[in-house]
């Protein structure tokens, strides 16, 4: 399928390949409209469904990832027109829907609901050039698609109400150190490691990856009692699985696993 505000590429050469999906709005600085959130919600939707599909990678230009919400639109609605037409945000649950591990590569600017689309995503790896942020404070609004509820998760109250509250930019190095990022890489190599990441996750058991990203994002969800329960019956529902057996007998036997 093609798309106007996307572009997408299948890379790797296994039995599960990994979709590359690039912003592509390049002179708005992939600023985030309806149509590139309908077409987003349509790319991954159909990568889950795909079984030769076993990961996918978000990434957007050198200069920016998303520079958040599309203001000229933005600047369009009032109270009414917002709530009536679920402005802007009517595609989000599509990507919390999304079962495959989803990693966000993030050069450049991330901020507003470009911060917010990467933290949506399962593993977040920053160029040295990524600047995150949440400036909707500066427009007289506030973060819409999760700012002030996964931020906070992910870096804590202190540093979250600092960020939405002042609008200041949080370089890659902060990011890192706070809990937004999982690693930093030189700009010319971010692309690489996201997709050598997903690569790796292409090559491990479906059933136990997909196990994973529900479990963890389970933590975010209810109690630690209700977590740790659901993480113990899927910890068993794993076994016997052809992933299990063939991941353990390699192990035993020294060699390399082969996952169907
Ligand atoms: N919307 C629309 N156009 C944008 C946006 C944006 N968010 N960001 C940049 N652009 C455009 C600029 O208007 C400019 O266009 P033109 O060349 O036609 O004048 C072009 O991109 C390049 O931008 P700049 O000239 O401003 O580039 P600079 O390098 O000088 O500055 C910045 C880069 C700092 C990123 C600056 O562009 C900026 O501050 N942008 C706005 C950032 C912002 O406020 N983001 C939050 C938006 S609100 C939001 O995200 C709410 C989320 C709601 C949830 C739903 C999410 C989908």
Known sequence: MSYET???????????????????????????????????????KAADADAGIGAIVITGSEKAF????????????????AYTTDLITRNWETIRTI?????????????????????????????????????????GI????????????????AKAMDLALTGRMM?????????????????????EEALDAATLICNLGVASVLAVKESVNRSFEGTLADGIMFERRLFHALFGTPDQIEGMDAFLNKRKAEFK
């Open 99 to 139: 079962r495959k591990p989803v990693i966000a590569a993030v050069a450049g600017f991330a901020l507003g609901g470009g911060c917010e689309l990467a933290m949506m995503c399962d593993i977040v790896i920053a160029a040295d050039t990524a600047k995150f942020g949440q400036p909707e404070i500066k427009l």
């Open 66 to 81: 998303a520079a958040g919400a599309d203001i000229g639109v933005l600047a369009q609605h009032d109270f009414v027109k």
């Open 6 to 44: 996307l572009l997408t590429d299948v890379r790797g050469d296994g039995t599960r390949r990994t979709l590359l999906i690039t912003l592509n709005r390049p002179k708005a600085l992939n600023a985030l409209n309806d149509q590139l959130m309908d077409e987003l919600g349509a790319a991954l």
């Open 142 to 157: 506030i973060p819409g698609a999760g700012g002030t509820q996964r931020l906070p998760r992910a870096v804590g109250k």
């Open 171 to 191: 370089g890659a190095e902060e990011a890192e150190r706070a809990g937004l990022v999982s690693r930093v890489v030189p700009a010319d190599k971010l692309l």
